[in-house]
């Protein structure tokens, strides 16, 4: 079992940062893959980024790529979720997810556990 709560959500000006962490409690969290998700209102859960349980793998949504980075402190039981140049459209609740597969898909129905989600607001 893994319980997961997100930080770090907030309001920023377009072309603007923030990072996300996501700390998990548990002593397996080192042996799970971890992902990022985003729900915009009355949007489907989409997938952002994912990382290997080893952070030697990492792989992004198209949308995001270039702009977001996803790394994980195995010692700190953390992983984040660097965004730089933001732009309106990724406006959404952002939340972290820890897979029991080896290697996950894109798809939320591979992850089996959830963070509570944190705001992140992009204004124009």
């Known amino acids: 079992q893994v319980q997961l709560v997100e930080s770090g959500g907030g309001l920023v000006q377009a072309g603007g940062s923030l990072r996300l962490s996501c700390e998990a409690s548990?002593?397996?969290?080192?042996?799970?893959?971890m992902g990022w998700f985003r729900q915009a209102p009355g949007k489907e859960r989409e997938f952002v980024a994912r990382i290997s349980w080893s952070a030697g793998s990492t792989y992004y949504a198209d949308s995001v790529k270039g702009r977001f980075a996803i790394s994980r402190d195995n010692v700190k039981n953390t992983v984040y979720l660097q965004m730089n140049n933001l732009k309106p459209e990724d406006t959404a609740v952002y939340y972290c997810?820890?897979?029991?597969?080896?290697?996950?898909?894109?798809?939320?129905?591979?992850?089996?556990?959830w963070g509570q989600g944190t705001q992140v607001t992009v204004s124009s």
């Open positions: 997810a820890a897979s029991r597969l080896i290697t996950p898909t894109m798809s939320q129905w591979d992850y089996a556990y």
């Open positions: 548990g002593r397996t969290f080192s042996s799970y893959p």
